[in-house]
RNA sequence: GCCCCGGUCGUCUAGCCAGGUCAGGAUGCCACCCUUUCAAGGUGGAGAUCAGGGGAUCGAAGCCCCUCCGGGGUACCA
């Protein structure tokens, strides 16, 4: 690879970032930053009846998330700006009056129907035939005559009739297709916005896009990005098309397959870290063993001769796994801050504190940040009062030895502990050693006062958790879990 | 219909290009250990006639041919 390596990442502001694209993404700035090259950021804006408002503020958004970040683009600009399409119009309708003038497009003026028809009509190949439509042989003197259809007209790229393309494609090898096979395709709609196909290659060779890695869904429209190089006399870029990323039913990624917006996995507890570990893991693999990949270590040996040929599905399974894996590797500041974002209420100073202590209790049970609240809910402010006091009494006790228990406990902590002497070592020894004088087995007496203190049962480690909450409320609640019992029995 | 790509445990994959030990790892599942619950951790297990069939070879998951299946593309969407 003599000169810099520049690839891109080109969405189209249509909606909510898929994770498929953002895969795309990924792909190519961990192949930039491989490289020592440059991502570029280009929104693709060229279809106006599909644009939603907010999309591309929602790419950039993952994109920063997941902490990738662009050498040209939006907000950061080049030397190649404008990067968005519907900025760039001039460029494409300059470029379509140069292939007019060589004779390698035209304008069409044929309805659609009238082309379905024809594409019908040509039951073998169902496809287009130039043959049907005139407008080709009419060449652009006859377009331009007829005042009729004037504003219908979209500009075709004339495709050589016979002869073969051919790609050498980074991925998938030699690929080649019958070039009187394919359509004239549109470069120019009629409202004067180029197809992607035109703007594509127009941009990548302006922005001087060394290789094209995108989705396998596009390898077959690359004879036509090849031909438009030709007839520009650009130098292609190297392609290299990328496996999809399906549903578990092998179909391409969509909507009906759940959660599919990267927003959504930010929104459901999802380490970014985690799920770049994962993404890159559907199609690249660095040695067939490891799994869990630093990022630098990731940057370090991603190349191309990784990539798998076959298309994945995402496993929701091994996701949920891996950021459990990251979870439990975060230092637990660090984690109690990820978490206090996931907990829906505004957090005091002392609660942020409080949660820091929280936090390693919860680490490794927590699967997904979005856990956090629930699994926190009886550490903070008073017990939901109104659990059911029948969960206190144990497998293999009554109600009566449970009330005997719980009082026994209490007036053990009232005379043997303080506030500030309530550690988790020392609340062991002294109810183990409790627990053994009451005929219970450890299994009954611990739970039951799991259940008491959190009013649920399971927890975190008992004494541990007893320390966390403290001895003012650890008190109050095995009174109030007492009651219950009294009302019980 | 036509064009193109793909096919190794349920899933992600290593091995394929430069044929040669029981096809390796991970996840998921099951069991056991640890254990005050849940997790985590540890150990073990089931799970792949390498899509199928031919062929060349002493030898094939790997090379060649055919078939099947899956997916993608066939728009004035990207």
Same mark, same amino acid.
């Given at each position: 690879?003599?000169?810099?390596?520049?690839?891109? #990442?080109? @969405?189209?502001?249509?909606?909510?970032?898929?994770?498929?694209?953002?895969?795309? =993404?990924?792909?190519?700035?961990?192949?930039?930053?491989?490289?020592? %090259?440059?991502?570029?950021?280009?929104?693709?804006?060229?279809?106006?009846?599909?644009?939603?408002?907010?999309?591309?503020?929602?790419?950039?958004?993952?994109?920063?998330?997941?902490?990738?970040? $662009?050498?040209?683009? +939006?907000?950061?600009?080049?030397?190649? =700006?404008?990067?968005?399409?519907?900025?760039?119009?001039?460029? #494409?309708?300059?470029?379509?009056?140069?292939?007019?003038?060589?004779?390698?497009? #035209?304008?069409?003026?044929?309805?659609?129907?009238?082309?379905?028809?024809?594409?019908?009509?040509?039951?073998?190949? !169902?496809?287009?035939? /130039?043959?049907?439509?005139?407008?080709?042989?009419? %060449?652009?003197?006859? =377009?331009?005559?007829?005042?009729?259809?004037?504003?219908?007209?979209?500009?075709?790229?004339? *495709?050589?009739?016979?002869?073969?393309?051919?790609?050498?494609?980074?991925?998938?090898?030699?690929?080649? $297709?019958?070039?009187?096979?394919?359509?004239?395709?549109?470069?120019?709609?009629?409202?004067?916005?180029?197809?992607?196909?035109?703007?594509?290659?127009?941009?990548?060779?302006?922005?001087?896009?060394?290789?094209?890695?995108?989705?396998?869904?596009?390898?077959?429209?690359?004879?036509?990005?090849?031909?438009?190089?030709?007839?520009?006399?650009?130098?292609?870029?190297?392609?290299?098309?990328?496996?999809?990323?399906? %549903? +578990?039913?092998?179909?391409?990624?969509?909507?009906?397959? !759940?959660?599919?917006?990267? %927003?959504?996995?930010?929104?459901?507890?999802?380490?970014?870290?985690?799920?770049?570990?994962?993404?890159?893991?559907?199609?690249?693999?660095?040695?067939?063993?490891?799994?869990?990949?630093?990022?630098?270590?990731?940057?370090?040996?991603?190349?191309?001769?990784?990539?798998?040929?076959?298309?994945?599905?995402?496993? &929701?399974?091994?996701?949920? $796994?891996?950021?459990?894996?990251?979870?439990?590797?975060?230092?637990?500041?660090?984690?109690?801050?990820? *978490?206090?974002?996931?907990? @829906?209420?505004?957090?005091?100073?002392?609660?942020?504190?409080?949660?820091?202590?929280?936090?390693?209790?919860?680490?490794?049970?927590?699967?997904?940040?979005?856990?956090?609240?629930?699994?926190?809910?009886?550490?903070?402010?008073?017990?939901? +009062?109104?659990?059911?006091?029948?969960?206190?009494?144990?497998?293999?006790?009554?109600?009566?030895?449970?009330?005997?228990?719980?009082?026994?406990?209490?007036?053990?902590?009232?005379?043997?502990?303080?506030?500030?002497?309530?550690?988790?070592?020392?609340?062991?020894?002294?109810?183990?050693?409790?627990?053994?004088?009451?005929?219970?087995?450890?299994?009954?007496?611990?739970?039951?006062?799991?259940? /008491?203190?959190?009013?649920?049962?399971?927890?975190?480690?008992?004494?541990?958790?007893?320390?966390?909450?403290?001895?003012?409320?650890?008190?109050?609640?095995?009174?109030?879990?007492? &009651?219950?019992?009294? =009302?019980?029995?």
């Amino acid at each position: 690879m003599a000169a810099e390596v520049r690839v891109r #990442y080109a @969405p189209s502001p249509t909606g909510q970032p898929h994770i498929g694209n953002i895969r795309t =993404a990924l792909f190519n700035w961990l192949f930039a930053r491989h490289h020592g %090259g440059k991502f570029i950021v280009r929104i693709e804006d060229t279809d106006q009846t599909r644009l939603v408002d907010g999309a591309v503020e929602a790419i950039l958004d993952g994109l920063r998330w997941l902490n990738i970040d $662009w050498d040209e683009g +939006p907000e950061v600009d080049g030397p190649h =700006a404008p990067y968005e399409q519907s900025n760039r119009l001039e460029i #494409y309708q300059r470029l379509s009056e140069q292939l007019l003038d060589q004779g390698n497009a #035209y304008h069409c003026h044929c309805s659609r129907e009238a082309l379905e028809q024809l594409r019908k009509a040509n039951r073998e190949s !169902g496809s287009y035939s /130039a043959e049907g439509c005139r407008c080709r042989a009419l %060449g652009r003197a006859g =377009a331009v005559g007829d005042p009729v259809s004037d504003g219908e007209r979209v500009i075709r790229f004339a *495709m050589p009739q016979s002869g073969m393309t051919q790609v050498s494609d980074l991925i998938r090898g030699d690929v080649e $297709w019958r070039n009187d096979l394919q359509e004239d395709f549109v470069i120019l709609k009629s409202d004067g916005f180029p197809t992607y196909h035109l703007a594509v290659v127009a941009d990548d060779h302006l922005m001087e896009i060394s290789h094209v890695m995108r989705a396998e869904e596009w390898l077959p429209s690359t004879p036509r990005h090849l031909q438009l190089y030709q007839a520009f006399g650009f130098q292609p870029p190297e392609f290299a098309h990328l496996p999809m990323i399906t %549903g +578990p039913d092998r179909a391409k990624l969509s909507k009906r397959h !759940g959660a599919t917006a990267i %927003g959504e996995y930010r929104d459901e507890g999802y380490l970014p870290e985690a799920l770049l570990n994962f993404m890159v893991l559907l199609g690249w693999s660095l040695d067939g063993s490891t799994e869990v990949v630093s990022l630098q270590d990731i940057i370090d040996n991603f190349t191309l001769d990784r990539i798998t040929k076959s298309a994945a599905i995402f496993d &929701q399974d091994k996701l949920l $796994w891996m950021n459990g894996v990251y979870i439990r590797d975060l230092p637990a500041k660090d984690l109690a801050e990820r *978490m206090a974002a996931y907990i @829906p209420r505004e957090l005091g100073c002392d609660e942020h504190k409080y949660l820091s202590n929280i936090a390693p209790l919860v680490q490794e049970r927590l699967k997904r940040l979005d856990e956090s609240d629930d699994m926190t809910a009886y550490l903070f402010g008073d017990l939901a +009062p109104d659990y059911d006091g029948a969960i206190l009494v144990q497998k293999g006790m009554d109600a009566e030895s449970a009330s005997d228990a719980l009082r026994a406990t209490i007036a053990s902590l009232e005379a043997d502990t303080a506030p500030n002497d309530f550690g988790h070592e020392k609340l062991e020894a002294m109810l183990g050693e409790l627990g053994a004088s009451l005929s219970l087995s450890r299994r009954q007496f611990f739970g039951l006062l799991r259940t /008491a203190s959190t009013g649920r049962n399971v927890s975190p480690p008992l004494f541990e958790t007893m320390e966390v909450i403290g001895r003012d409320r650890v008190m109050s609640r095995l009174h109030q879990a007492a &009651q219950k019992l009294g =009302a019980a029995v």
